[in-house]
């Protein structure tokens, strides 16, 4: 079993819907990271937390360290939307320390 | 300010071969961490360099190397190519060992 699991795998949305991505972990964190990468392969990240809620335009990402949840949301979702999201965390153990631990994204296209 | 940059941006190498690939941090960041991205799955940690010293290691054969020169920016080799070792490479610098990372457009190597 992934230390970081994602779902869905792929979501297709059409434009003006809200869209939700949910990531679930195993391990203890320090931080977790919600990136988007487009085709390309450059990564852009998004939100970086470790509790709580961050909203930055029309992206809300939410964290429950009890429950190892966090869930991404797109309010008014727009074809320039479409990328993959990937949710990534900060372990908090040994020698791990510091490095980053990926899910495997999921793929968002929105139509227009 | 410039963002992290690496080169080359694609590279394409025989089974066997030896490929060095660069990456320079943003300015006034320490850390860098190296991943590996292969098609279709989430990038896995390679190394982590802080102050010039690894400072995490992922599961990754002897074959990869990487350093940290004095002014931050880092090498990863990898010998011996493999046809598997196809994927995107991803450069990542943070403030320090803790902070928010930011990618570079990565570097997309072949192994034919």
């Not at chain 1, 972990?25 to 919600?34: D, M, N």
């Not at chain 1, 470790?50 to 190892?68: F, M, P, V």
């Not at chain 2, 410039?2 to 071969?17: E, M, N």
């Not at chain 2, 990456?23 to 190394?47: A, M, N, T």
């Amino acid at each position: 079993k992934n230390e970081v699991e994602q779902s869905p795998q792929n979501l297709t949305a059409q434009e003006g819907e809200f869209i939700t991505i949910n990531c679930s972990y195993s391990v203890g964190i320090s931080a977790l990271h919600w990136l988007q990468q487009h085709p390309g392969g450059g990564i852009v990240s998004l939100f970086m937390l470790s509790s709580g809620k961050k909203k930055h335009g029309r992206l809300i990402a939410t964290i429950n360290i009890q429950e190892k949840h966090s869930s991404l949301h797109i309010t008014a979702s727009h074809p320039r939307d479409s990328a993959v999201y990937i949710c990534a965390v900060r372990s908090n153990y040994g020698g791990s320390q510091g490095n980053l631990i990926f899910g495997k994204g999921t793929k968002l296209s929105v139509k227009p | 300010d410039a963002g992290v940059t690496q080169s080359p941006t694609h590279l394409i190498k025989t089974r066997g071969q030896h490929v060095t690939l660069r990456c320079s941090p943003i300015s006034g960041h320490k850390s860098v961490s190296w991943y590996q991205q292969v098609l279709g799955q989430g990038p896995q940690f390679i190394f982590q360099y802080y102050e010039k010293e690894e400072r995490g290691r992922g599961n990754f054969p002897d074959r990869f190397s990487a350093r940290q020169f004095p002014n931050y920016s880092s090498e990863l080799n990898v010998n011996a190519l493999l046809l598997g070792d196809s994927a995107l490479y991803l450069c990542a610098s943070s403030f320090n060992r803790g902070g928010e990372q930011f990618f570079g457009p990565g570097t997309r190597l072949t192994v034919l």
